[in-house]
């Protein structure tokens, strides 16, 4: 470094203090302000005359009558002669601008409905510098900012302050030494700097123990800030315009989603707080692209929704700051920029078609997003498990099977249909975090993933009577996802003959079930069961179901048969059976009819 | 080098500059100073935003209601123009007086002139200081400046309409004529009367040329109030000297001509409308050396 470099930044150091609330105060104070004009009396009639024969294309009338009497040259007006010639004046001008009052609204009535001007502080040859100053004062402002609101977070030597000053450290790579490179970005960039410094520190406001440290801004500014202001460099005015107000609607809800990922990354992964810039600069750089697009006439932003789409963005970058190799990965020559957009694109075009109106834009978004995260996370394994089936494909696969199963299943009235979207969410959500722990299911079997959520709905579409409760039946599907990861082949993949139908195994076990438990409930006083036994001989079904299910092949109905005979037991004598009876009774007579085939 | 507002049209093309800009903002910050000016911008920026509603307002609505609030804005900002001075921040001190000045200019109640004074007597003892330095706000010290003469270039014309000017007579002629004397009375020697508000006007404009030049805001707004009030008071002195014409005053219409040189300067141009006049005539003044 220079040593007149070093000498220059002391000196600035020592007077920074006073000299940086010395200019925010004056960016304040230098605000263009409104001066009202002079106010001066209307004037008379007669005065009017005069201004009228001084309008250019009124001067031949200077010289007719009846205005040539009154007419004096010299100063180029018209006075008072007497009052008739006067009134046959006013008369006049009053008949010939009627003619013309509907063309155009006189100067002196618009000037006087606009009443003042803005006047800017300072002369041009005194003007502050802009971009650096602004920039910079930016973050003094938003820590002063801070330093009132929150004390704690802005004071000397905090954490706030040190976030703010890492910031500060990385203007250079955001301001062109040649300033007048900024172009159209120069307010802009302002905007989006101070937007993740205000997420920022409120990330740290709201857990004091957080830590983002400057590598991690580094790698905001570079992967994130950048990207987007840079994206704007070569629009035409129509697209800035356009630019601007997708970036205030996409990255201003997310800014501080994406803070809390990164600081979420130091905590969770103690001594690797290592952010990949080339990773989030990969997914910020596919949205910003993908955003502009337009599939099937309907541009992107408008399919997820803007909100959805900062959603999504969100998701991208979580599995570029936990997975960079998914997105950039120099050593082996990946740079997955066109494949996410490509998986946005695709999955937009998708929804945009519009496969059936039930399937809403939140639960689209929220299922691309469940899926993005599945797949994503798991994308370096997935590659080596299959390099044919590229994560991006995997994933579009994915989004657009599930979509097709849901909006089969929303129909109207339809037990899934009943669940709230939050419900529905979670349902995709809980098969696709269960399967994905087992990332081969998601690679090497082929719609794994699709025939849990096909056998679970399935299962629970029969439920027409309310048996069990929405959380109740999640929690039935977070236990057939369990049971998928080990056990999927035998549950989902095998299937066995009922009633004439093959059907896999599990759905071909609890659909009946549950028609066989409705009826019961409907039949009889004896017995009505309840979720908690319901769930019990679930449960006790599906693991009976993974054991040995030789006698359940011998005979197809025995768990129909066990209900039957529990029925008519607890008919004969109900003191005997109550619910932890019955628990109990189930526990082992499942396992035993699913093994042997027997009623013990 | 200071980070100075003379020093603004600094180019910072090299990266020593943008180190130094970085550690300035850096160090504003380790340091904790003292939020009292911030606090006080903020104040300004609330007050202008203030202001700008009521003289709206108060120009739709023609009442009394936003005067009042205007001359109570008027002395807030006073006074904290004031504690802004003792305490050393003059330039937020500047802001607030020049708040204090326009909004006493526009309250329009006479007994707050001398307010208005004390406004500009304090402000020009802090702009000239800072001019020293090279610190002084433009527009700020040049706004203070202007308002008074504003106020009573306003005041005066409106006197004259006052006036019934239908039908003139030796009596009210003679009232106009000392109202017109009051605003464009200027004679090279043997002064009868004390310059006129807005040949004082017209001067102070003159003077500052250099530094209208370089301000487009200040300038849009300084032609245009010269304008109207140029074109007012040529209408003033075109109805006394058509009076004069018609009684056969040659005496009164000589004098005339001696003590209001802007009017006869208007009359000798060739220009064939009283805007084209007028126009040219700003154009010679905001050129003037």
Known sequence: MDILLVSAGIKAMLRAAQTGIDLSVERKIDNAIFLPTIRLPQSTPLQQVSDFLNEAENIPLRSQAPFTMGWYQPSLSWTYTDADNSQACIAKMLELQSADSLIDSPTEQKNMLIGGRMIEQWRNDNQPPTAWSRMALTLVDIGVEFIAAYPSVMGVDSKGEKLVVAFADELGSLIPNDIEDMGKRHDFENRVLSLFVRSSLSVLAENTKVIIDDEQVAAIVSGVIKPIVVQMENSDIGEVIQYRELITSLIGPSSEAIMRLVANKAEDYIGDNFIDDKALSAVTKAFLNAATETVQSKNIAAVFSKQGLSALLVAGLDVAIKQPEVFFDESNNIDNTAAMQALLSNVASSLSAGVNDTLDKKLSTALAINVINAVGQNASILFKLDASKPWDKLAAGLIQDFSAELSTSLVDGSRIDLFNSEQKQRLTNLILTQISQSPSMLSIHDQTALKVLRGTIAIIQRDNNFMLSNEDWLAFTELLSNAAINDFERLFNKTMSLAGEQEALLTAMLVPLVQRIEQFNSDSAALAWQADTVIHLFTSTVEGLKGNISGLLDKPNIINELLDDLLLKTANDPDQWGSDAIKEYLTLSVKTAITKGVIS | ?289
């Not at chain 2, 208005?116 to 001019?131: F, M």
């Not at chain 2, 006197?159 to 000017?165: E, F, L, M, T, V």
Request: proline share 1%; net charge negative; hydrophobic share 40%.
């Open chain 2, 1 to 289: 080098m200071k980070w100075t507002t003379n020093n603004y049209q600094l180019k910072h093309s090299n990266t020593a500059l943008k180190t130094i800009v970085s550690l300035f903002a850096v160090f504003t910050l380790m340091s904790c100073v003292t939020t009292e000016e911030f606090t006080a911008a903020n104040d300004v920026n609330s007050m202008d935003n203030n202001l700008t509603t009521l003289l709206i307002d108060a120009s739709a609505k023609n009442d009394t209601g936003e005067k009042k609030q205007i001359a109570f804005l008027a002395a807030l900002a006073h006074e904290s123009g004031d504690a802004m001075a003792s305490s050393g921040s003059s330039k937020v001190a500047l802001a607030y007086y020049r708040i204090a000045a326009v909004a006493y200019w526009r309250d329009d109640i006479s007994s707050n002139d001398n307010k208005l004074l004390d406004v500009i007597d304090s402000t020009k003892v802090l702009c000239d200081a800072l001019k020293v330095e090279g610190k002084a706000p433009d527009r700020d010290c040049f706004v203070v400046q202007i308002t008074l003469l504003l106020e009573v270039i306003e005041d005066k014309f409106g006197a004259i309409a006052n006036i019934d000017q239908s039908d003139f007579t030796d009596g009210n002629i003679a009232d106009v004529r000392n109202l017109i004397d009051e605003l464009g009375y200027q004679a090279n020697s043997n002064n009868a009367k004390s310059q006129g508000f807005f040949v004082t006007f017209v001067e102070t404009i003159k003077t500052n040329a250099a530094f209208l030049k370089n301000h487009p805001t200040m300038k849009t707004y300084i032609v245009e109030t010269l304008l109207k009030t140029t074109k007012q008071y040529k209408r003033s002195m075109s109805e006394i000297a058509a009076y004069y014409r018609k009684t056969n005053n040659d005496e009164e219409m000589t004098s005339l001509n001696a003590t209001h040189p802007i009017f006869v300067q208007y009359g000798n141009r060739p220009e064939e409308t009283q805007d084209k006049r007028i126009e040219k005539m700003i154009e010679e003044w905001l050129t003037a050396e």
